[in-house]
């Protein structure tokens, strides 16, 4: 072969080669099986050349035309080109233009696809935009940002005010309040020693007033025959009682107090011998004068026992009368 041959074939491999890749990187379909089809949006929403168009998160195709369309609304013609099998596209399939991720990564994805007319090469789908996940998490977190900033705003205030309220002479209180609590804390905890010391001595005799407890029981249990017994005999007398006439008795009492009382009252009085023997102080001398003679009478009595009793047979004659001695009060 010539040499201008020789080179020439190797400019058209090259030249063939570069449209292959600059196809390829526009996302142009080049010796590749696919079905062409069309979508038309108010706005790209960011779809861009070679995203991929997904069904039920499998992708099945890329995007491979964006661009404005003929219609002067300013609507976007995107065209995509799917290239699997087994996904079929009807004329009820919305074509959704949505973000995948946090990044800003778009794709168009395939909803409804099982209902309708399989739709065929170069046919239009129903559209549909959908904010990216950036816009829409901010879009949720704009209320809590705004919450948070009213709160950080509240902080601010609330730390203001402290710092204000708490100046050097409230420190200084606080720092003795808290010294004062520290010194409670410990009285409280030495308070608590001795209460657990003290419980602790009395565990014992604890003990044994439940032991004692117990035996009491015990007794109880054991003497229930008894105690059945005494309680007859308390149902018994008390039987006994209501039985009884103790209204009658009382008002019989009562009858004899009142003439206790009305004998007192005469006593008091100086009616009859023993109010004047009480009350009259004439009586009682005289019985003490008597008393003090009839006690003379019995002494000359006992020393001159002739003078009262005679015993002479012969007629002897008497002996002068001894004086009789006085007694030693």
Not at 143 to 150: F, G, M, V
Not at 213 to 226: D, G, H, K, P
């Amino acid at each position: 072969m010539k040499k201008e041959v020789q080179i020439g074939l190797v400019a058209i491999i090259a030249i063939a080669v570069a449209y292959y890749g600059f196809s390829f990187l526009l996302g142009k379909q080049i010796l590749r099986k696919g079905t062409q089809f069309y979508a038309l949006y108010p706005s790209s929403g960011g779809i861009a050349i070679d995203n991929h168009v997904k069904l039920n998160g499998i992708s099945v195709g890329k995007v491979n035309k964006v661009s404005l369309s003929d219609k002067k609304d300013g609507s976007v013609l995107v065209g995509f080109y799917i290239d699997h099998d087994n996904a079929a596209v009807t004329d009820s399939t919305i074509a959704k233009v949505a973000s995948l991720d946090l990044f800003g990564t778009m794709a168009v994805i395939l909803q409804n696809t099982r209902a309708g007319n399989v739709l065929g090469d170069g046919d239009t789908v129903m559209s549909e935009v959908e904010g990216d996940l950036k816009s829409a998490v901010d879009e949720r977190l704009r209320p809590l940002e705004e919450k948070t900033n009213a709160l950080i705003g509240s902080m601010d205030s609330l730390v203001s005010s402290i710092q204000i309220i708490l100046d050097e002479d409230t420190r200084k209180n606080l720092h003795s309040s808290f010294k004062s609590i520290n010194k409670s804390l410990k009285v409280f905890e030495r308070t608590a020693g001795t209460l657990d010391a003290s419980v602790e001595k009395e565990t014992k005799r604890f003990d044994s007033i439940l032991y004692n407890i117990n035996s009491i029981t015990a007794n109880l249990n054991n003497n229930n025959e008894r105690i059945d017994n005494v309680l007859k005999n308390f149902s018994d007398i008390s039987d006994s009682l209501a039985k009884a006439d103790i209204t009658g008795t009382f008002d019989k009492a009562g009858k004899t107090l009142e003439s206790v009382a009305v004998v007192m009252e005469k006593i008091e009085k100086g009616e009859g011998t023993m109010g004047m023997l009480i009350n009259n102080d004439s009586l009682y001398n005289n019985l003490n004068e008597s008393s003090a003679e009839l006690d003379k009478l019995l002494e000359d009595m006992r020393v001159n026992p002739n003078r009262y009793v005679h015993f002479s047979v012969f007629g002897r004659k008497e002996k002068s009368a001894e004086k009789p001695k006085k007694k030693e009060r």
